[in-house]
C-alpha cells in the first residue's frame, strides 16, 4: 500500500472522505454512495462494519476496565453512605454513553442514530435503577457492605458496556447491510420507557416500604426504652 492509500484508508476509517476529510454520512462510508461534499467515490476504501467497528472495539475493553475499577475503589469509600454511591453508577452511564454510544451511533442514518442511542441510553437508566436496591441491600451486610456494593457496581459496569457494545455493533452491522430500521425497534424505546417508570415505581415504593419499616421499628424501641 502506497503512503497515499494508507493515508485515505485512515480517513475512511475515522469516517471521513479520503478526497476532502469531510464526515461521511453512513450511505457513503458502507453502502457506496459518493462523498456528499466533494461526490468522491468512497467505495475502493470502503469499510465493513467489522472495519468500522475495529478502531473502537481495541481500546475499548481496557478503558471499560479501568472505569470499572474507579467505580469499584469509589465504592469502597461512598458505599459507607446509604445511596451516596449511585452517584458511581450514573458517572459510570455517562461515560458509556459519551465513550461508546455517540462515537459509534454517529456514523449511523439519521432515524437509526436517534433509536440507538435512547434505546442504549434507557436501557442503561433501566438498569441503574434496577441494581441500586440490589446494591443499597448489601448495606446490611455492615462492615462487608461497601466491598461487596464495589463488586456488584464494578460487574454492572462491565456488563452494561458490554451490552451496550454487543447493540450497537448489532446496529452497525445493519447499517452496513442497509437495512432499515424494524417498527419493532420504535417499539422498544417505548416499551423500555414504560419498564424504567415501573422499575422507578417499585424501587421508590421499595425504599418507602423499608424507610417505613425503620420508621415503625424505631417507634417502637422508644416506647419500649420509655422514652
Ligand atoms: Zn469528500
Known sequence: MTQLAAHRRALVARRRCPACAEILAARSLFRDAPCGRCNAQISTFALSADDAMRPLSRKIWTRVAGVALLVAVGYLF??????????LLIAAAAWIKLGLIYPV?????PARRVVS?????????????????LIEAMTLLGPLGPPAKALLA????????????????WQLRREAAGKALLWMEWGMVLGITAGLLLTTAVVVGGLAALAH???GLLDNLTVWLGA
Open 78 to 87: 461512598l458505599g459507607w453512605v446509604p445511596m451516596l454511591g449511585t452517584i
Open 105 to 109: 451511533s454517529d456514523g449511523f442514518s
Open 117 to 133: 442511542r435512547w434505546t442504549a441510553k434507557l436501557g442503561l437508566a433501566v438498569v441503574i435503577v434496577g441494581s441500586v436496591l
Open 154 to 169: 464494578a460487574a454492572q459496569t462491565v456488563v452494561s458496556a458490554g451490552t451496550v457494545g454487543l447493540y450497537l455493533r
Open 213 to 215: 419499616a425503620l420508621q
